[in-house]
């Protein structure tokens, strides 16, 4: 695991730096500190004027790693991105007369969940690593915000339901009349060997993150959880989560999307 500490670009942020760096247990570093030089750290959990970003203290592979939901691309993909189209949208079922309720038991940065609130679902999303829900937390409130001059951004972001806990123990929990919808499940495996094709942000991920090794069982919990389908995002040469053959798959260049049919979806 790598060494994180947490930081601040400007003193109006200190207080937010304090607090998540006592949420979190990590050493903040006081803003006269040449962080990238005396931090000690390899990562920082830095706030500035443009949120709170993953910051790395040496490398230079990457840059700072954050959610920025209402950036140019973000607005880009919501607005012309393929609407139910998307290979996404098909494989949740999104369609003209259903809009689904999905549960995103892995929810990472959001990018998936905010295509799909984009496309008209209601999203839970679910993420226990807590330096990433830092990160998703302060992307959607910064986009919250954000709509307040933008009243389809804030249409968006008010599907969104994002909390901070362990997915196993939330459908363990889960009463038969609140079942979802639609379970998705894009889970983290460790990169066996560094590659061109895996983005730097990734490998960084992994090393933090470290890999979902209950994602199996989740998917097995998950089809006796959800209402009409399980659906697992997985690299395209990857084998089905837990050897379980799904009912059917969306496959692309890439990624593939493995659909795990309960029953048929309202039309």
Avoid at 47 to 66: A, E
Avoid at 72 to 94: E, L, M, P
Avoid at 154 to 159: D, N, P
């Amino acid at each position: 695991m790598p060494t994180i500490k947490i930081s601040y670009s400007n003193q109006s942020l200190k207080g937010e730096a304090e607090a998540l760096a006592e949420k979190l247990g990590f050493p903040l570093l006081d803003i006269s500190v040449d962080v990238k030089r005396e931090s000690g750290a390899d990562y920082l959990l830095q706030f500035n004027l443009d949120g709170l970003c993953l910051q790395p203290t040496q490398s230079r592979d990457h840059g700072p790693i954050r959610c920025n939901f209402d950036s140019a691309a973000s607005t880009h993909r919501r607005k012309y991105g393929g609407g139910n189209g998307q290979s996404i949208a098909r494989a949740v079922g999104v369609s003209g007369k259903f809009t689904p309720q999905v549960l995103d038991l892995t929810a990472g940065l959001g990018g998936d969940a905010f295509v799909l609130a984009a496309l008209g679902c209601r999203l839970k999303l679910l993420e226990r690593n807590s330096i990433v829900y830092s990160l998703l937390d302060d992307g959607l409130q910064r986009a919250a915000l954000a709509g307040m001059g933008d009243s389809a951004l804030a249409e968006v972001v008010g599907r969104i339901d994002l909390q901070e806990g362990d997915s196993l123990a939330y459908l363990q929990r889960l009463e038969p009349e609140n079942s979802p919808d639609i379970i998705y499940l894009d889970p983290m495996f460790p990169t066996r060997k560094k590659s061109a094709k895996v983005k730097k942000e990734m490998q960084v991920f992994h090393g933090i993150v470290g890999a979902d090794e209950d994602a199996a069982e989740l998917l097995g919990l998950g089809l006796q959880r959800a209402r009409y389908r399980v659906v697992v995002k997985r690299a395209a040469a990857a084998g089905y989560l837990g050897e379980i053959a799904p009912s059917y798959s969306r496959e692309g260049k890439t990624t593939r999307f493995d659909i795990y049919a309960l029953q048929k979806l309202p039309c």
